[in-house]
């Protein structure tokens, strides 16, 4: 469950990614990239 609340955080929120890489013996490794500059968002009322 905490990885599912993560990628939602980095992706919809931040409008980054989350890549899993993992290896039988060697491990897991996470890449998390967030955008510097983010778009912004307005609201059409």
Do not use: D, N, W
Request: aromatic fraction near 4%; proline fraction near 4%; charge should be negative.
């Amino acid at each position: 469950m905490g990885l599912a609340i993560s990628y939602q955080i980095i992706t919809e929120r931040h409008g980054g990614s989350l890549e899993c890489i993992s290896q039988p013996g060697v491990g897991t490794e996470f890449i998390i990239r967030i955008p510097l500059i983010q778009e912004l968002q307005t609201s059409h009322t």
